[in-house]
């Protein structure tokens, strides 16, 4: 097999390894830097539950490879919270909404919304709800995930409801 250097920061953490060309990322970061927050399941793209942060932008893991991930900048689900635990915003309006059930797409749901609310940015609550389009959710978990959007969509830059 033909063989790659790259480098990457995975979590804020500088990463340089030789992959193989045709490891996908997602297959990467669970099998070679042990982040199996990033889940695995239709490797097609559809589910959403692979997706993870690259330069900012949400991105499906299993539809790119680790190659093409060189110099990049990616974030997954362990690298959401604060060093100290302290829940993201996107994390405590999941958990206070309840809006997880069995748990296994939760993960690409948060970057989606990490990766569109993060910063200064104030996505309406339409927006993110197209957002979540991409994911899909086989416990029916969803009533959860839009109230959690709600959450999100009206909070306001000091942290109060609007």
Known sequence: ????????????????????????????????????????????????????????KAVR??????VQADGAEIVTVEGVAAADGTLSPVQQAMRECHALQCGFCTPGV?????????????????????????HLCRCTGYQGIRKAIARLANERVDGETA
């Open 110 to 134: 948060v970057m989606t919304l990490t990766s569109l609310t993060e910063g200064e940015q104030r996505p309406d609550e339409q927006t993110l709800l197209n957002a979540m389009s991409g």
């Open 61 to 66: 893991s299993c539809l790119m490879f680790a």
């Open 1 to 56: 097999m033909s063989e790659h250097q790259i480098e990457l920061t995975v979590n804020q953490r500088a990463v340089s390894a030789r992959v193989e060309a045709r490891i996908t990322l997602g297959d990467f970061l669970r099998e070679n830097l042990g982040y199996t927050g990033t889940h695995l399941a239709c490797e097609h793209g559809v589910c959403g539950a692979c997706t993870i942060m690259m330069d900012g």
